[in-house]
């Protein structure tokens, strides 16, 4: 049974930085791309970060230069360290990855529950 589980929210004032972690574990045969996507009150849910098995990493606009993903192969775990924080940035920030569950599998996305991001003076 595969979980992802995110950490590190909070609550930060307009310039600071936070870093977030998503843990997956479970049964994995390969675990392909990962990412974070985030969702602000009435708003469809965003591509913020996503980085390939290989450490390749693309970003959205609106967080380049701010944000940086990163991720562990031995402990099947993605990052994202968030610095000079924006009010725009509040969100719920959802962890997701491209996994393989068996040999015989197609790859399935999976998404974590999420932690809230707010940055407020």
């Known amino acids: 049974q595969v979980q992802l589980v995110e950490s590190g929210g909070g609550l930060v004032q307009p310039g600071g930085s936070l870093r977030l972690s998503c843990a997956v574990s479970g049964s994995i045969f390969r675990l392909n791309d990962m990412g974070w996507y985030r969702q602000a009150p009435a708003k469809q849910r965003e591509l913020v970060a996503t980085?390939?098995?290989?450490?390749?990493?693309t970003y959205a606009d609106s967080v380049q230069g701010r944000f940086t993903i990163s991720r562990d192969n031995v402990k099947n775990t993605v990052y994202l360290q968030m610095n000079s924080l924006r009010p725009e940035d509040t969100a719920v920030y959802y962890c997701?990855?491209?996994?393989?569950?068996?040999?015989?599998?197609?790859?399935?996305?999976?998404w974590g529950q999420g932690t809230q991001v707010t940055v407020s003076s």
């Open positions: 997701n990855a491209d996994i393989v569950r068996t040999w015989a599998s197609q790859s399935y996305g999976y």
């Open positions: 980085i390939t098995s290989r450490a390749w990493a």
